[in-house]
């Protein structure tokens, strides 16, 4: 039996009946009014698959994109929500798109397949209220078992920080090393450096603290964060790669023990961004930047529990677990019908700071 094929590859030239080709090739869903003698290769029967697969595959993205679209102009016409002159949702959903297609989670399989369409939804409308985009290495999204969330990067942090008060012109941080000439005093509760001069030598010492400081419009200082190198390590341990050792040491070969001076920079931006994005009076935004964090407060406590049963005790009751995160509240969600409870997250690593 011959296998014709369906003429929807341009190929009219190629036929005895061109016109009924070419009025094929702009419908697909319609064969040649006569039976057509160019037989399918192996090669466009491939290519005939990929591009059936690429069709089912738009259809999640009409669904959600379209869906988070629709939120956000409804947000909009509400005043809920306003974006910088420089930031367009549309090309931030597409190329969020584009790099969710390429996304996996731990166990190497692909986010869109395995997290909910709630979750997917969700952590768009995020990176959209937030005014971030993943081109710009503002954010990335991470798969916390079948949750998928939307994090904020340090470029990203900065950049809703800036947005949450529109006074600041620029965040900076510098790290602190032990034979620097470092002087800082506190006045009327706010700490304000006096002085800081740096060597190439002292450069080459052990890192003893980072700070960070706000600097407004008219070039003054806003606000000033100081971090000890113990209080950075601390926060490094609330991490999943957590790259401090028992006693005290960056493990080596890690991000953090390769990258010291640069991580500890972004730590302390972060810390300073966080206490600006939370003191915001955006309540959309506030919801979106609540619903990251209730993210990975429950990935950690899950890590902490899977570490918790890795170990053995022996004659001693393990206290009771302490209460969970406050419920944040279900935020600005995107209406995608029939689907089950999120479960907790078991996540994937992302970056950490």
């Known amino acids: 039996m011959t296998n014709y094929h369906w003429c929807m590859r341009g190929k009219a030239n190629k036929h005895i009946h061109v016109d009924a080709c070419l009025k094929t090739q702009a419908d697909p869903k319609k064969r040649c009014s006569e039976k057509c003698p160019h037989k399918l290769s192996d090669k466009e029967k491939k290519e005939m698959a990929k591009e059936k697969e690429t069709t089912t595959a738009i259809k999640p993205y009409d669904q959600i994109v379209t869906g988070t679209m629709n939120r956000i102009a409804a947000m909009q016409n509400n005043n809920l929500i306003q974006f910088p002159g420089d930031y367009s949702p549309q090309n931030a959903l597409q190329s969020a798109w584009l790099i969710l297609q390429e996304t996996t989670d731990r166990e190497k399989k692909p986010v869109l397949d395995v997290c909910t369409k709630v979750s997917i939804a969700n952590s768009l409308l995020d990176m959209v209220v937030q005014g971030l985009n993943p081109i710009k290495k503002q954010c990335y999204f991470i798969a916390y078992g079948k949750t998928l969330s939307c994090q904020r990067s340090y470029f990203g942090a900065m950049a809703v920080a800036k947005r949450a008060d ?18 800082f005093g506190i ?17 080459a ?6 700070y960070c400081l706000v600097i407004g419009k008219g070039g003054e200082i806003k606000r000033t964060d100081i971090m000890t190198f113990d209080e950075i390590k601390k926060a490094w341990k609330k991490s999943k790669m957590n790259p401090v050792l028992g006693n ?5 070969g890690s991000v953090h023990g390769e990258f010291l001076v640069e991580m500890c920079r972004k730590t302390v931006i972060n810390r300073t961004c966080k206490a ?10 506030l919801e979106s930047v609540n619903r990251q964090e209730f993210a990975q407060a429950e990935e950690g406590a899950a890590a902490q529990i899977e570490e918790g049963a890795n170990q053995t005790f022996i004659d001693i009751e393990p206290e009771p677990a302490g209460s969970p995160p406050a419920d944040v509240g279900p935020g600005p969600h995107v209406g995608i019908p029939n689907e089950p409870e999120e479960p907790k997250a078991t996540g994937t690593d992302g970056p950490d700071f």
Not at 166 to 183: L, N, R, S
Not at 187 to 203: A, F, K, N, P, Y
């Open 166 to 183: 529109p006074t600041i012109e620029d965040i900076a941080a510098e790290v602190i090393f032990k034979d620097d000439d470092f002087k």
């Open 276 to 285: 600006i994005i939370n003191s915001s009076s955006d309540k959309t935004l």
């Open 248 to 252: 005290g040491e960056i493990k080596e």
């Open 205 to 210: 010492g052990p890192v003893k603290g980072a």
């Open 187 to 203: 006045v009327d509760g706010r700490r304000q450096i006096r002085e800081h001069t740096q060597t190439l030598e002292s450069m």
